[in-house]
């Protein structure tokens, strides 16, 4: 049976869930799962019995056909992935940053200064140094690539290395790479969607405003909100802004305010819990547990309507987007095939091409803590923001070079900036520069943390 208190109750299976499901719990896993399925794309990719097999499956026709034309258009297994699942992955995005901007660490001009100002250095200096690498070439318009942070991947190794991080700046980097999250779907919006078709826009622009006045007066159902979202999925789909923007869109029309208020769950559990007490008494076990069921549903329902649904979404949905669609998207966009070993000289220039691997490379190795470190400490010396408590610069500067990780976005901006038909070779090889990227601000971050860790824990003990 339930125990069950003023403040909620504890169900038996989440019990068992918490003693089975340790792995999967823990904040490093999503991560640990993401380069397992990167090395089985780049297996399946390059292995003669599978790489015939692997780039078929990719573009593999999806959809419905009527009178001959598939709907949705173009729409391949690579295509459904990249525009139809990551939706799922943004609109949960969406959620975090709407969080963070209600009552998390963007909620205040205090909280956010320091991680806004820090992720807008670490955006700028990374397009800047692409730029000069590949100014006026034909790969220019990837600037945008090395400009974004996996957040699952640089969260998850500051757990590896436990409490060798102050939390100030574990709670520092988490804001941060919301507040960069926002501006790569911002740079997504801007400047990597095509031109837009208006009419299908205004009509999705229309549905919206609809949410939002259907969201103020007070509706609750997930179903009235899902929906809609479909049919603004469909329209941004075809209007030629990027599908995925979509969740982000509606994320921010999902209602925060909880159905019932606090005093109203916390009078129905004492009804409820005198409910199940009242039915232990009754002689008739059917009967009995016929109605300790009912008031453990009813309890269920009081539960689910104290939290907002925006709350309730993102908990629902972050196990299926860290386990299932992150990894679909892993093995789907990681499998890079790779002729020769070329492919690999990402240090190769020239005056027509520029240098992709270079202007990624370096970015997201260079760039990125440069541009957070250097803001965050103009920011501090101009006096608009205050330094993470109990952190030094030095170890700034280490988690900073955790922000180089680009993994997801990364290869998400990677697969935009440059046309399928003509630019493949361009969208592989700033696959690998990205891969290897992320892999060498891992190691150098955590190179880093380690070593003023014991820095700082020499000078403590000769005191």
Not at 282 to 304: F, G, L
Not at 367 to 393: C, D, H, N, Q
Request: hydrophobic share 50%.
């Amino acid at each position: 049976m339930a125990v069950f208190t003023k403040f909620g109750w504890v169900k038996r299976n989440h019990i068992l869930s918490q003693q089975g499901n340790n792995f999967l719990q823990a904040p490093w896993a999503g991560g640990i799962i993401l380069i397992v399925c990167v090395a089985i794309a780049m297996l399946l990719a390059n292995l003669p019995a599978t790489a015939e097999w692997y780039h078929h499956i990719l573009h593999m026709q999806l959809g419905l056909s009527f009178g001959g034309k598939l709907f949705p258009e173009a729409m391949n297994l690579e295509k459904f992935v990249n525009d139809g699942l990551m939706v799922v992955f943004f609109f949960t995005v969406g959620l975090e940053i709407r969080r963070e901007m209600s009552d998390g660490q963007l909620s205040t001009p205090k909280k956010a200064i320091l991680p806004i100002v820090a992720a807008l250095g670490g955006m700028l200096a990374p397009a800047l140094i692409f730029t000069l690498f590949n100014s006026g070439t034909v790969v220019a318009n990837g600037w945008g690539i090395p400009t974004a942070t996996d957040i699952a991947f640089a969260i998850g190794i500051m757990s590896l290395l436990g409490d060798r991080v102050p939390i100030s700046l574990k709670v520092f980097l988490t804001a941060l790479a919301v507040a960069d999250d926002l501006g790569a779907i911002i740079v997504i919006a801007l400047f990597y969607g095509e031109t837009p078709n208006l009419l299908l826009l205004g009509i999705a622009v229309l549905i919206m405003v609809g949410i939002y006045f259907m969201r103020r007066m007070g509706e609750f159902r997930i179903i009235a909100y899902l929906v809609p979202a479909f049919v603004v999925w469909i329209l941004f789909y075809y209007s030629g802004v990027h599908a995925t923007l979509s969740g982000v869109v509606m994320a921010m029309l999902i209602p925060t305010k909880p159905r019932y208020s606090r005093s109203y769950y916390l009078h129905k559990a004492d009804v409820i819990e005198n409910g199940i007490k009242d039915a232990d008494k009754i002689e008739d076990e059917h009967e009995a547990e016929e109605s300790r069921m009912y008031y453990m549903r009813r309890m269920t329902q009081i539960s689910n309507g104290a939290q907002g649904m925006s709350h309730r979404m993102e908990h629902l949905l972050m196990p299926y987007v860290n386990f299932i669609i992150m990894p679909i998207f892993a093995l789907i966009n990681a499998g890079v095939h790779i002729p020769s070993a070329e492919y690999f000289n990402i240090f190769e220039y020239t005056p027509e091409i520029g240098s992709i691997g270079m202007g990624i490379f370096f970015g997201l190795v260079v760039g990125k803590p440069l541009g957070i470190s250097l803001f965050s400490y103009i920011a501090v010396k101009l006096g608009v923001a205050e330094r993470p408590s109990g952190a030094t610069w030095k170890m700034l500067i280490a988690v900073a070079c955790l922000g180089g990780i680009g993994f997801t976005m990364s290869i998400f901006v990677d697969n935009l900036a440059f046309d399928k038909d003509t630019q493949q070779e361009f969208i592989d090889m700033g696959k690998i520069a990205i891969l290897m990227a992320s892999t060498v601000a891992a190691l150098l971050g955590s190179l880093l943390i380690v070593l003023d860790a014991k820095r700082e824990k020499k000078i403590i003990e000769t005191k």
